[in-house]
């Protein structure tokens, strides 16, 4: 069994849900996220991942590349 941990992280810069669809990919492209929901309305992502494969530190990274603020 894997175990997991959720983690929330505020996002600025989302306008559209085209906006949370590029940041769900993104953060959904690092390994070991399982899921990650994202609402532009509330400006957060939550995310359900792996620790041992990544971390929030990785998945803010990962937004702002993707072009959006992020913070823990």
Not at 31 to 46: F, K, Q
């Amino acid at each position: 069994m894997v175990d997991v941990e959720k983690t929330s992280i505020y996002i600025w810069g989302l306008t559209c849900e085209g906006c949370a669809l590029t940041v769900t990919r993104a953060v959904m492209a690092l390994e070991g996220v399982e899921s990650a929901e994202v609402t532009p309305d509330y400006e957060w992502a939550n995310v359900i991942y792996d620790p041992k494969l990544t971390n929030p530190e990785e998945m803010a990274r990962a937004i702002e590349a993707a072009g959006y603020g992020a913070e823990l």
